[in-house]
């Protein structure tokens, strides 16, 4: 749900609100954040503790929402991705926002935002060379993996069952099996 006023919102609106005020700023309009479900977190919390063991040790950090992660110093957006993969610590300096492109993000699905972050969210996300972008639905069980390939994201779509090769780390894989709920995959059995 986006909130209405006669002047755009800015970044530096988002910065100064209320830590507990979820909601994300695009091209100046500011859209509210729905509450995540039992599944939603679920599948972040199974993405973010694999990718958290993966990467412990190592310079590439792994982050959950909240995060705020501005693509563009020229564009009044800040996006809340899900979980986002950072490499390059300057992004990080402000301490309040990823100023730049992460490495990787996920976007998992709810109904409010489906076709922004399909859409809107892959468009941009592409635009500003997000290496890898993953979209999670926590209610079909499936993962749409998108690499960029040489300015364009090529999908590699993947379902509940599978174990999932994170293409920007040599050998980190994700398992499926581990993200959704368990009572979803008995569900598609049936």
Known sequence: MALRREQLYTVEDWLNWDEDFRCEIIDGEAYMMAQPTIAHQHASVGITSQLWNFLKGKPCKVYSAPCGVRLSKTEETVFEPDIIIVCDKEKLSSG??????????VEILSPSTSSKDKVLKFNKYQSAGVREYWIVDPVDNTVQVNVLQNGRYAGYPYD???????????????????????????????
């Open 160 to 190: 509940g069952t599978s174990t999932v090769t994170v293409s920007i780390f040599e050998g980190c894989e994700i398992d499926l099996k581990d993200v959704f709920l368990e009572e979803n995959n008995e569900n598609k059995e049936d």
């Open 96 to 105: 309040k926002i990823c100023n730049g492109a992460p490495d990787m993000i």
